[in-house]
Every structure is written in C-alpha cells, then in structure tokens.
C-alpha cells in the first residue's frame, strides 16, 4: 500500500517543485520509502511514498524502471494473483529482479498493454509510462479499493493518491464544484467521476486512462463492469454453496499473502467470522484482532468474537479503543480530503489504529453486505414492493410529496415516506438521503448556487436491472461500497499506515454474487444474506449467531444530546458569520436533534465539510 503522485505533460514541465511536497503530503500512505523520478526529456515525473508489503528489500522501490523497455510505474495496491501471473511471464522470456508484484504488473503491461488489467486479480491504481509509445497509461481496480484523482487541462494531466497531493500544487484552484457540493449533502459522497473540487475528475472504479503525450488528449474507458444476473437460469443451491466456499477460501489464501504481519479484523458478524475460517485453512495459526469500545456496551461484539476464536483457535487479541473526543474530526477532516458523510469513520480510524501496533496487514469483510444482501433497507425496499407497489404511483407521489412538505427533517420515517413516489420497476427511492431538496436550498442559500442537480445524477446512476434487489444491491455496490464505504477504510487505515484488504471484493466473487446469485439467495422481505448464512452453518460452530446484524457506529445521537460535542459542533457551524451554511437552517436541525429526531449524521455532514472547507481554505 503506498501513494503515489505525478504530473505529465505534452510540454517541458517547468513548475514541478510542489510535486515532493504533494508526494510527502502522503507519508502516512508509506513511511517506509519514498522515490522522485523524472523522464529525460522533463515532460514526465513520478511520485512515490512506500507502505513495504511484498519484497522489503530495496529491489522494491518505485518509481520502478525497466530502461530497456523504456517503462516507469507507480502503484498503490496489491496484485494477489501476481505469483501466478509471474510464472506465465517467465514462460513468455520475461527476467524478473526483483520478488515484487509491482514489477510483475510492469511485465504484464510489456506483454499484453493495456489488455493486462483483465489479468489483474487485486486492489490497485497505478500510473505507467511508457517512451515508446510516448504515453501515459492510469487505472483502477474494480471495486474502487484504491483512489485515484486527476486534473487534465491545456495538455497536462495531473495525479494522486488524495487530494492533499494535488493541493500541494500552489497553482491549484480551490473551488467548490456545485454539482459535487450538491451530491455531498444529498447523497453523503461524490459519486463517480466528479469531485467536490471544480477542475478535479477521481478515476472511477474499473476505469482506465490513457494520455497521449504527442497529442494532449486523454481518453478513459470502463475495463471492466458487473455481470448480468442469468435470466431463468436453473439454480442448484448445493453448486452454489460449493462455487461460493471454494472462491473465498482461494480469495482469502491469496490474500494471506505478505512478508509482514497479516491479521484479521473479527467482528464476530458472519462476513469477518466467514473470512476467519478461511483464513485458518491457509494458514494454521492466525492472529484475529477485536474492538471494545469501553462504555458503550451496545456496540460490544466481543463474546462473539470470542466464539469464533475459540472455535478456530485463532491467536486472538482483544484491545480497547480509546475515548472517541471531538479532537478527532479536525484530524479526519483533513485526512479525507473528499469528505464522505459516516461517522463510522471514527471508530475505523480507532481500530487502525490500535491494529497498526500488532500488524501491517488487515483482513475485513467489506463487500459482503452489497453482493449477498445484507442490508435492512433490502427488507424494506422488498416489502414496499410487495405490499404497496400495485398502488397507483400518482396516489403514492401524493403521500411523498406531502411528507417532504410537512414532515420536520429527520422525523423517523420520513425518508421511507418520500420514497413511496418512486418507480419501483426502474427506479430506486433515496432512503437514503441525508437533505432533501428544499432542506438544500436552505442550506445553501446565500451560496450562489443556480441549480441542483443530484437528483437527475442520481438517477443516470440506476442500473438497469428488472429485480428490484438486483438493481439496489447494483446501485449499492457502485456507489455507496465505492464512494463511502472503500474511502472510509482506506483513509482511515492509511493514516495509520496500515493496509487493509477484502476478500469478499476480489473480482471473481463480485462476479459469482451478481451473475449466478438468484435474489431470494440474497434477500426477502423477512431475511438476509441468505446464501452467505448458508455457508455460515456449513462451517461455523452451530452456536453462531445468525439473525445479529451490529453496524460499526458511534452512539453520535447521545453525544449531541449535550457535553463537548454539542458545543464543537455549534461553535463550528455557528460560531461565526465566515461559516458555509444558513445559520437559520443549522439552527432548525440542532432543535430537532434536541427533540429528539435523526439529525446527529445530518450535523455530522456540515461540521466534516466546514472543518475541511477551513483546513484546505475552499471556496466558492
């Protein structure tokens, strides 16, 4: 895991000066080893900051030349599959210095070009340059585990890890992009490939780049995208189970792989609980680690933990978080330089943080949710189908209207009401959302802001799917896993200098889930994560709890009942006349908190925006 920055141009770059600044903005991402190189002829540079995973020796380091081929790379990610790959490449006549992965990804793009990303088993963004053919090649795993921004204008495209680097640029413009502003507050991240910076494009996930230095010009394209669900395809339950179980035990015996520690993030649930017991397969003993949070004995997921270590005979570690202070957010403010609205992201940032001091490596169980149907709002979605949609949708429009209308924002319900409108065989309801329309414009006004847009973004989003579960798992899969989710951990973990993987995202499980996984095998009205729960009682102890469904979350509700958080959050959306938003909208949602409606992830969003609006001082 590393960061990784450049900047290429059809001209001589002359201003290149910020480029060290931007990489070692990102030391976080790799304090192990940092590199700078520049092409003969000054129109290329790269940038790099080492996290040592595979290969610690000094034939690791990056950029990574091969002159003779007159190719230069930089990666952030890993290759699981790279060993496999490395011996098809021997074959092929290609000598190998180094054990690394990245110099494996350089011989597949020598052998194949751009073609290699279908060879490409892992989570990565990487830049490679290429002399010969006097362009610049940039992609992007497939899930979105791994970020990548970029700015392209007169000739000269620009790249990094995160925003920080970019920033690090003196001559970068610091505005806000409406349309990412307005996606932000509507929908809690900036999906695809906007950016809440005007100027400012992330590469999405599966997307590839290539710059031609002769011309200018950059064309990006989708390498890759989720399988259709067979259609009236016959389906063996046992196959599947079979297909399912032999799929995550190669996936997390691939990604056991390291010359540094490796260790699993137990939660007890049945996605960490799965990935643990394939881990034991691969390797006898193996080091699982567990999160109390002392205090609030809600959140606790200890004994659960502690039944799957038993079982397993993991080296288990049970560590205590520390308190979570309001200290916190200026420090996560700045770390996600595209904020993203989940407070969850302070107890990932705690748990790296006390895992980071026992390993470099960390298993999860992302991705489980969004490809088996793990999700609450999937029982609901299915039953307002079931048992609302033969309602005509101008009668339901009617009911969603009134409750944006007349209903105080975050009064318990709401959302599921003005979801009633939508078209439940295309379309999918923003349960989701966090301020609606009219809460926006009050937000914003003031701002200048002409239009709003999120709602007709959103819905160029909607997969084309004829299941209702197919089409939300889909829009979850390619929106909320990659844009809240995956920036989540990576942030949080990588400012602790620890890589985290998901065995559940490795693409050929991704391909099994949406191709082969009829949707009553993922969820109905009444269950969840059918198919993955079979597996559960294939081969976990049959104490294991199957109906508990614990989210990682703070008891932020409370907090802002009164105390310092109450206070931090007024003083900083309120605390003067230079903050964003509306003072009197602000107001309405701290009275509605103290009523005791759900505004506390609502406050959360503004606060996390103001505090990074001031750190990185973005305007207008």
Request: with cysteine; net charge neutral; glycine share 8%.
């Amino acid at each position: 895991m590393c960061g990784i920055i450049g900047i290429v141009s059809k001209t001589l770059v002359l201003d290149r000066a910020w480029l060290a600044v931007g990489r070692d903005a990102m030391q976080h991402r790799g304090p192990d080893d940092f590199g700078l190189w520049r092409s003969a002829d000054g129109r290329v540079e790269f940038g790099h900051r080492r996290l040592s995973i595979i290969d610690l020796s000094a034939l690791g380091h990056q950029p990574m030349l091969n002159e003779r081929a007159g190719l230069c790379i930089v990666l952030n990610g890993e290759i699981y599959n790279f060993q496999d790959l490395r011996q098809e490449l021997v074959v092929q006549g290609h000598v190998f210095r180094s054990q690394s992965d990245t110099e494996v990804v350089l011989a597949a793009y020598r052998e194949w070009g751009v073609e290699c990303l279908s060879r490409l088993n892992g989570m990565f963004a990487f830049a490679i340059y290429d002399r010969f053919k006097q362009q610049v090649f940039m992609a992007r795993d497939r899930a979105g585990e791994k970020p990548l921004f970029y700015t392209f204008a007169d000739g000269t495209l620009r790249f990094a890890s995160e925003l920080k680097g970019l920033m690090a640029d003196p001559t970068f413009s610091r505005r806000i992009d409406t349309e990412g502003l307005d996606s932000y507050l509507a929908m809690g991240f900036v999906p695809g490939d906007r950016c809440i910076l005007k100027g400012v494009n992330k590469l999405p996930p599966a997307h590839a780049l290539l710059f031609d230095m002769q011309s200018g010009q950059a064309k990006v394209w989708r390498y890759w995208e989720l399988p259709a669900l067979k259609a009236n395809a016959a389906v063996n339950e046992n196959a599947l189970l079979d297909e399912l179980e032999t799929l995550l035990e190669d996936s997390v015996r691939r990604q056991m792989v390291a010359d540094v520690p490796v260790g699993i993030l137990l939660s007890g649930g049945v996605d960490s609980s799965l990935v643990t017991a394939m881990a034991v397969r691969a390797k006898p003993k193996v080091k699982t680690f567990t999160i109390r949070f002392p205090g609030h004995s809600r959140y606790d997921e200890t004994e659960h933990a502690r039944l799957i270590a038993r079982h397993f005979a993991t080296e288990h570690t049970e560590l205590e978080a520390g308190e979570s202070t309001v200290d916190l957010l200026p420090l996560l403010a700045r770390q996600f330089d595209e904020p993203v609205v989940d407070s969850s992201m302070i107890p990932t940032y705690l748990v790296s943080q006390l895992v980071c001091k026992h390993c470099t490596v960390a298993l999860g169980g992302d991705g489980g949710d969004e490809l088996f149907g793990g999700y609450v709002h999937y029982n609901r979605l299915l039953w307002m189908q079931q048992n609302l949609g033969r309602i005509p949708r101008s009668l339901r429009l009617v009911v969603a209207n009134a409750a944006e209308a007349f209903l105080p924002v975050g009064f318990k319900g709401r959302n599921w009401l003005q979801g009633l409108g939508a078209d439940f065989q295309n379309g999918l309801p923003l349960i989701a959302s966090y301020f609606d329309r009219r809460m926006r414009w009050q937000l914003l006004s003031g701002q200048g802001m002409k239009f709003l847009a999120v709602e007709r973004i959103r819905e160029e989003r909607i997969p084309l799917a004829v299941d209702l579960l197919d089409r939300a798992t889909r829009m979850d899969f390619e929106n909320y896993l990659a844009e809240d989710i995956l920036v989540k951990v990576d942030r949080a973990s990588m400012l602790n200098s620890l890589e985290v993987r998901a065995p559940l995202l490795d693409y050929r499980l991704c391909e099994f889930a949406f191709g082969k996984v009829p949707a009553y095998l993922k969820a109905t009205a009444t269950s969840r994560k059918v198919l993955l729960k079979k597996l559960a009682m294939r081969i976990l102890p049959s104490s294991f709890n199957q109906k508990r469904k614990q989210g990682f979350s703070i008891p932020l509700g409370a907090w802002l009942q009164g105390g310092p958080w109450l206070t931090f959050f007024k003083e900083v959306l309120l605390g003067s006349q230079d903050t964003f938003f509306n003072h009197q909208a602000i107001n309405q949602l701290f009275s509605g908190q103290a009523k005791g409606r759900a505004n506390s992830e609502r406050l959360f969003a503004l606060v996390l925006f103001e505090l990074w609006r001031r750190e990185y001082r973005v305007s207008m």
